[in-house]
């Protein structure tokens, strides 16, 4: 499992294979390719240069070798990965929006994003 970080660089998920899980180790969503997707299907951002985007292209949080971004701040020391839960059974995906351009920013919706 891979830690995912928040724009302060505290572990906030973990991604394990396509799987994205809470820091508890709940399944949360599935990454399609790049595209990230809810539970329900609903699409909620992509994945790009381990960078998670929200719809408006803003970064919302990243992984280790993030770049073409916001500059990412020192990632606090991960702690033991959960053990994770089993992933409910998956519904069809929307099509994805058009993404927004990749930002320099920081966003503010990395709970809509991963679910956290």
């Given at each position: 499992?891979?830690?995912?970080?928040d724009?302060?660089?505290?572990?906030?998920?973990w991604?394990?294979?396509?799987?994205?899980?809470?820091?508890?180790?709940a399944?949360?969503a599935?990454?399609n390719?790049?595209?990230?997707?809810?539970?329900?299907g609903?699409?909620?951002?992509?994945?790009?240069?381990a960078?998670?985007?929200y719809?408006?292209?803003?970064?919302?949080a990243?992984?280790?070798g993030?770049?073409?971004?916001?500059?990412c701040?020192f990632?606090?020391?991960a702690?033991?990965?959960p053990?994770?839960?089993?992933?409910?059974?998956?519904?069809?995906?929307?099509?994805?929006?058009?993404?927004?351009?990749?930002?320099?920013r920081?966003g503010?919706?990395w709970?809509a994003?991963?679910?956290?």
């Amino acid at each position: 499992m891979d830690p995912i970080y928040d724009r302060r660089g505290q572990v906030v998920a973990w991604l394990s294979g396509q799987n994205i899980h809470h820091r508890n180790g709940a399944h949360v969503a599935v990454l399609n390719g790049q595209n990230v997707y809810g539970h329900s299907g609903q699409h909620l951002g992509v994945l790009t240069n381990a960078f998670f985007r929200y719809h408006n292209g803003d970064a919302v949080a990243f992984m280790g070798g993030a770049n073409g971004g916001p500059l990412c701040p020192f990632p606090t020391l991960a702690p033991l990965p959960p053990l994770p839960l089993l992933a409910p059974l998956p519904a069809l995906p929307s099509l994805p929006p058009l993404p927004g351009l990749p930002s320099l920013r920081w966003g503010t919706h990395w709970q809509a994003l991963i679910g956290a």
